[in-house]
């Protein structure tokens, strides 16, 4: 964890830890962190990849379950195939948006796709969770998916941004969003700067390639998780002569605290238990053409809880 400038914009810089997800398939994982827990609506980040497939193999990540949040997952190479338990089948490629809606509770798969399988491939992006407002924790579980020709871009002087979810430099994501938020792609070409305006009260950025320069705050490598100031602009500059690419991300602070256990984010510790059991019991829907899933694992301890 880098400390932040007195004079900058940067609150703290977060390196996120690896876990292996199986198959040699790794994720950093930004959020959550012991330095901050949310950011925004924000309550979990993970930076997949790059990994190269050999022939053969791929992504397979079974059927597992969700509520209280939703995921928004993109990717910036390769493809997943996304299967859920309201009948959704959708291949993802890089630019699109996946927006599950978790609700009372939905079940999904993300794996490889049959074509890619057989011919080896290269997959990296990110998947994040967004908590739901308390109004929307039990809603009925959706799925949108939306292409990247259809998402508003904003670009000019070697920088594009492309407004993945939410609302940002005064254009609005088709994607049905139910919080003040925002998530918006970055990339600058060498020598390139781009002001960034404090438009919700909690920002960041996760620097996905190239040395991005903040000035008084110094150059930053990628891979890290950069959450800024509340009420801070700052300006976004390509370090040297390679291009850069970023997520910038956050929203308005949450209708009060969450809980995150396993796959679960709500606003009781009950809500998580009775979701864990449901599991356990195999009460929730099934994904149409599946058979395989995740067991419940054993956690120890209660639930995180989010302040």
Not at 182 to 205: H, I, K, N, S
Request: a negative charge.
């Amino acid at each position: 964890m880098a400390a932040s400038s007195p004079d900058g914009a940067l609150d703290v810089a977060i390196v996120p830890r690896t876990r292996d997800l199986g198959d040699g398939f790794e994720v950093r994982r930004a959020l959550p962190s012991v330095q901050r827990r949310m950011v925004g609506p924000f309550v979990f980040l993970d930076a997949m990849g790059p990994t190269v497939f050999a022939p053969g193999r791929g992504l397979d990540v079974r059927p597992h379950p969700h509520i209280g949040l939703a995921t928004v997952t993109y990717l910036t190479s390769g493809e997943i195939v996304h299967r859920d338990s309201v009948g959704s089948v959708q291949a993802i490629r890089p630019g699109d948006v996946n927006w599950m809606t978790a609700g009372r509770g939905i079940v999904h798969s993300e794996r490889t796709g049959d074509a890619l399988r057989a011919a080896g491939s290269r997959l990296a992006g990110l998947q994040c969770w967004v908590a739901l407002p308390r109004r929307d924790e039990e809603a009925e579980p959706g799925f949108v998916h939306v292409p990247a020709n259809d998402l508003p871009v904003v670009e000019g002087e070697g920088a594009t941004a492309r407004i993945v979810a939410g609302e940002f430099f005064g254009r609005r994501s088709p994607v049905p969003t139910l919080s003040p938020l925002f998530y918006v792609d970055v990339q600058l070409a060498p020598g390139a700067r781009l002001d960034v305006p404090a438009a919700y009260a909690e920002q960041a950025l996760y620097l996905v390639e190239g040395r991005l320069d903040l000035g008084r705050d110094g150059v930053f490598e990628p891979g890290q998780l950069l959450v800024l100031k509340p009420g801070a602009t700052l300006t976004l500059s390509a370090a040297g002569d390679t291009p850069v690419r970023l997520m910038l991300l956050g929203g308005e602070p949450m209708d009060g605290p969450r809980y995150l256990s396993w796959n679960f984010v709500a606003s009781s510790a009950e809500r998580i238990a009775q979701a864990a059991e449901d599991w356990r019991q195999q009460r929730f829907p099934k994904v149409p053409g599946e058979t395989e899933f995740i067991p419940m694992p054993d956690l120890p301890g209660k639930p995180v809880h989010y302040p």
